[in-house]
């Protein structure tokens, strides 16, 4: 995994790169968490993100399957604070306006 990507092997032999979103270690379940995509896009058009658990101390590792309700949550957790970050940041200041009309 280097320069934030890393290649799989897909069903039909194919390597696929993939983008890292973001790792992260989880002290909830003494983990470490990857969040990734291969830039494809689901049937309504979003891009689809995935996650593994993976050992970052490993030279190549392996993307092991989230098996747990409670892994998910938190994967999710993180995943909606980051969306609702990024749409304050790109979404316009709608009360600059009000403040210059009083």
Do not use: H
């Not at 983008?19 to 270690?25: A, E, K, P």
């Not at 983990?31 to 995935?50: C, L, P, R, W």
């Amino acid at each position: 995994m280097e320069n934030n990507t890393f290649k799989v092997i897909n069903e039909e032999g194919r390597e696929i790169v993939c983008d890292i979103l973001f790792t992260f270690d989880s002290e909830e379940t003494n983990k470490s968490y990857i969040v990734y995509t291969d830039n494809t896009k689901d049937e309504a058009g979003n891009i689809q993100v995935f996650a593994s658990i993976y050992d970052p101390k490993q030279e190549n590792p392996r993307l092991d399957p989230i098996e747990t309700e409670q892994e998910w949550k938190i994967i999710e957790t993180i995943l909606n604070t980051l969306q609702e970050e990024i749409k304050k940041k790109t979404a316009p200041n709608s009360n600059e306006g009000d403040k210059d009309a009083q």
